[in-house]
């Protein structure tokens, strides 16, 4: 988003959360609109304007998103700023506040396996029966 | 140094007050922490936000600058 297609509220509430942002965080922020806070269960999330806060593990896997929202219509800049304070100073009290979506990837993963195998299945038995009928 | 009570709204913040910790008066400072008390019981959660501190508070501390912050539910 660039900075004149803004609204003043939204630009007034990005201005603040720059403001509060350490340098690191300010300088991750300007280059990809997004902020990385470390929780101290060693889980990483991304907070982002425009999406759900990406939960990532030590090892760099994604393995869900929370979605967290005020009570108040406020733009999104000061959602960030809810959820970086928040995960900041009161992780648990995130994590139970917010609605958390895990990834179900391993279990996509074998149904999209066994489909394959399936189309496979499928393509030699159709190769099968043509040779047949010749 | 001026310091500031601020709540998150639709305008992006508010200023509730600005105040001069050196100057102001015993009066106005406790106006500024009935405004302070009034937002938390209505639920919102208070930050000090003075100089990156960006720590949560429960008192008011008339040496910071204070960011209101509405509550928050699973969205």
Partial sequence: VKATDESQEVRRSRQLLEHIL????????E????ITVRGQRGTTYRIAPYAQTEMIEPDGRRFGWACLQSTVPVPC?????????????????????ANLFVCQNDHLGLVNLFLFAFD??????????????? | MKR??????????????????????????NEIESEFNALQAKGYFAADITDGRNVLVKRFDANADL???PRVQGG
């Avoid at chain 2, 500031?4 to 400072?29: F, I, Q, Y």
């Fill in chain 2, 67 to 69: 960011l209101m912050l």
């Fill in chain 1, 22 to 29: 350490p340098f690191a965080a300010r300088q991750e922020f």
């Fill in chain 1, 77 to 97: 800049y000061d959602r960030m700023i809810a959820e970086y304070l928040l995960l900041r100073n009161d992780e648990s009290r995130y994590l139970t506040t």
């Fill in chain 1, 31 to 34: 280059d990809s609109v997004t």
């Fill in chain 2, 4 to 29: 500031s009570l601020r709540k998150l709204s639709h305008n992006g913040d508010d200023v509730v007050a600005e105040w001069d910790p050196k100057t102001v008066s015993p009066a106005r400072l």
């Fill in chain 1, 120 to 134: 496979i299945a499928l393509a030699v038995n159709l190769i099968l029966q043509c040779l047949w009928n010749r």
